[in-house]
């Protein structure tokens, strides 16, 4: 039988206790911003303006604590059940929940790549080479979809089952211990390894033995501390992580040729998305944290839909001037995902509504008693 969780283990999350954490919905949305400039210059490629490439340069540097974020968030959210319940099952739900949002994910994408193989090429040979062009990547097809980025989700669903499974055997910091190893591990075959002797899916595994790293932070931040962490404390970390974090691209992409923009969690992501993620957990939002949480519900949503609108307003190159189209596409992503995510929930909300009132009206079966 497990022994109960010493004190410094007890959860003190404002779910707990049934608090809308305001400060926390408005930096996953401030991350998913992020994610969605970062994708957008990845999709456009590297400028050939000086002025420009600067931008994107500082941008891939501030943009690298939104997706570990996201793991620190998840940690701390779904911990609770987890150290709760000391049980693997304990993850089921929020992996069943995931699992979903993949399925939903990839049968939209693929969908959408069908219908334009079959516009293009009529119905039979359009979906010969729809098929065609999953089977060149049956690994590609298993780890990550349709689509790249949906690799955050497979990978979050392997973290939380490995992290209730070793929760329920070990105490946190033997957790947090094993995965920096594996974070260790992950820049040795990754960042730091030279680019001469490519691995298969290479990419795919440096990031998921990385990630759980973030989610034992989260974790961490979640447990009950005598003196928890402050926001000046945070300020030095992010500093610090920064500067560590330039530091490490200058010097891989110097020796090595590897692109900057492509360059994700290194050593200085570390200190610097913990120092983000301390200020997340803070309290004292502010106007904008206010107004910014209020979206925070359709972050998953758009997650899914953003590469999406991404590929489709991008224009022909040459078509329209660089810088237009580099502050535009993004920005115009950001209104359609959100926009859309709102639209389809409050479509819902009101058939929900229609629904209950529909049965309310319904008239009552009259009952009968046996005589």
Same mark, same amino acid.
């Given at each position: 039988?497990?022994?109960?969780?010493?004190?410094?283990?007890?959860?003190?999350?404002?779910?707990?206790?049934?608090?809308?954490?305001?400060?926390?919905?408005?930096?996953?949305?401030?991350?998913?911003?992020?994610?969605?400039?970062?994708?957008?210059?990845?999709? #456009?490629?590297?400028?050939?303006?000086?002025? &420009?490439?600067?931008?994107?340069? *500082?941008?891939?540097?501030?943009? =690298?604590?939104?997706?570990?974020?996201?793991?620190?968030?998840?940690?701390?959210?779904?911990?609770?059940?987890?150290?709760?319940?000391?049980?693997?099952?304990?993850?089921?739900?929020?992996?069943?929940?995931?699992?979903?949002?993949?399925? %939903?994910?990839? #049968?939209?994408?693929?969908? %959408?790549?069908? @219908?334009?193989?079959?516009?293009?090429?009529?119905?039979?040979?359009?979906?010969?080479?729809?098929?065609?062009?999953?089977?060149?990547?049956?690994?590609?097809?298993?780890?990550?979809?349709? $689509?790249?980025?949906?690799?955050?989700?497979?990978?979050?669903?392997?973290?939380? *089952?490995?992290?209730?499974? #070793?929760?329920? =055997?070990?105490?946190?910091?033997?957790?947090?211990?094993?995965?920096?190893?594996?974070?260790? &591990?992950?820049?040795?075959? !990754? +960042?730091?390894?030279?680019?001469?002797?490519?691995?298969?899916?290479?990419?795919?595994?440096?990031?998921?033995?990385?990630?759980?790293?973030?989610?034992?932070?989260?974790?961490?931040?979640?447990?009950?501390?005598?003196?928890?962490? =402050?926001?000046?404390? *945070?300020?030095?970390?992010?500093?610090?992580?920064?500067?560590?974090?330039?530091?490490?691209?200058?010097?891989?992409?110097?020796?090595?040729?590897?692109?900057?923009?492509?360059?994700?969690?290194?050593?200085?992501?570390?200190?610097?998305?913990? !120092?983000? !993620?301390?200020?997340?957990?803070?309290? !004292?939002?502010?106007?904008?944290?206010?107004? @910014?949480?209020?979206?925070? /519900?359709?972050?998953?949503?758009?997650? %899914?839909?953003?590469?999406?609108? #991404?590929?489709?307003? $991008?224009? +022909?190159?040459?078509?329209?001037?660089?810088?237009?189209?580099?502050?535009?596409?993004?920005?115009?992503?950001?209104?359609?995902?959100?926009?859309?995510?709102?639209?389809?929930?409050?479509?819902?909300?009101?058939?929900?509504?229609? /629904?209950?009132?529909?049965?309310?009206?319904? +008239?009552?079966?009259?009952?009968?008693?046996?005589?």
């Amino acid at each position: 039988m497990l022994r109960r969780l010493p004190r410094r283990s007890d959860w003190h999350s404002a779910r707990r206790i049934g608090l809308h954490r305001t400060r926390v919905g408005a930096f996953r949305v401030y991350a998913m911003l992020l994610i969605i400039v970062g994708h957008s210059e990845l999709l #456009l490629g590297r400028s050939t303006e000086p002025g &420009i490439t600067a931008v994107q340069f *500082a941008l891939s540097i501030v943009s =690298r604590a939104a997706v570990p974020l996201f793991l620190l968030l998840a940690g701390e959210h779904i911990g609770p059940r987890l150290l709760r319940d000391r049980a693997p099952g304990a993850a089921r739900y929020y992996i069943t929940h995931l699992a979903l949002l993949y399925g %939903i994910a990839c #049968l939209g994408y693929w969908l %959408i790549d069908a @219908a334009k193989l079959i516009r293009s090429r009529g119905l039979a040979p359009g979906f010969a080479a729809f098929i065609e062009r999953q089977a060149q990547d049956p690994w590609g097809l298993l780890l990550h979809g349709p $689509r790249a980025h949906l690799w955050f989700l497979v990978v979050l669903m392997l973290v939380v *089952a490995v992290a209730g499974f #070793l929760l329920a =055997r070990a105490r946190v910091r033997a957790f947090v211990a094993f995965t920096a190893v594996l974070y260790g &591990i992950g820049l040795a075959i !990754g +960042p730091y390894h030279p680019p001469t002797d490519v691995v298969w899916q290479g990419w795919w595994a440096e990031l998921l033995l990385q990630a759980p790293l973030f989610f034992a932070v989260g974790v961490v931040l979640g447990l009950e501390r005598v003196h928890p962490p =402050r926001q000046w404390q *945070a300020s030095v970390l992010i500093a610090a992580g920064l500067a560590l974090h330039t530091i490490e691209v200058l010097w891989i992409s110097s020796t090595y040729g590897t692109r900057p923009l492509r360059l994700a969690m290194l050593a200085g992501t570390v200190p610097y998305a913990i !120092g983000v !993620g301390i200020l997340a957990l803070s309290s !004292g939002a502010t106007r904008l944290d206010r107004w @910014a949480a209020r979206l925070a /519900r359709y972050v998953p949503a758009v997650y %899914i839909s953003h590469v999406f609108l #991404l590929e489709t307003l $991008r224009p +022909p190159p040459g078509r329209f001037p660089e810088l237009a189209v580099r502050l535009v596409m993004p920005l115009l992503a950001v209104v359609l995902s959100f926009g859309g995510a709102w639209l389809v929930a409050r479509l819902r909300h009101v058939a929900q509504r229609r /629904r209950r009132m529909d049965s309310r009206d319904a +008239p009552q079966r009259p009952t009968t008693s046996a005589s």
